[in-house]
Nanobody, 115 residues
Framework: QVQLVESGGGLVQAGGSLRLSCAAS????????MGWYRQAPGKQRDLVAA???????NYADSVKGRFTISRDNAKATVYLQMNSLKPEDTAVYYC?????????WGQGTQVTVSS
């Protein structure tokens, strides 16, 4: 079992920045890819960014050049640095980790970008 605790969401004006963190505990030795998804009201949950154990990252086209994902394997923590935020980035952001046999989700953290 893996437990995830997210932090760092909040309210920010357009153009501002936020940093999300997601700390994993439990069977962290089983973790492979770590990532962030987001879900806006009435929309599906979509991938924002993900990073492998080796540091290879991929991003949704809508956040490329503005968001940066990183991870600290020693701390079993993944981060999402979000710059140049736009109102359309408003959503609940969920941390996800891919571990042996299953994926785990965080509880979600609200990010609201005002215009």
């Amino acid at each position: 079992q893996v437990q995830l605790v997210e932090s760092g969401g909040g309210l920010v004006q357009a153009g501002g920045s936020l940093r999300l963190s997601c700390a994993a505990s439990g069977s962290i030795f089983t973790i492979n890819t770590m990532g962030w998804y987001r879900q806006a009201p009435g929309k599906q949950r979509d991938l924002v960014a993900a990073v492998t154990t080796g540091g290879r990252a991929n991003y949704a086209d809508s956040v490329k050049g503005r968001f940066t994902i990183s991870r600290d394997n020693a701390k079993a923590t993944v981060y999402l640095q979000m710059n140049s935020l736009k109102p359309e980035d408003t959503a609940v952001y969920y941390c996800q980790v891919a571990a042996y046999l299953r994926n785990y989700w965080g509880q979600g953290t609200q990010v609201t970008v005002s215009s």
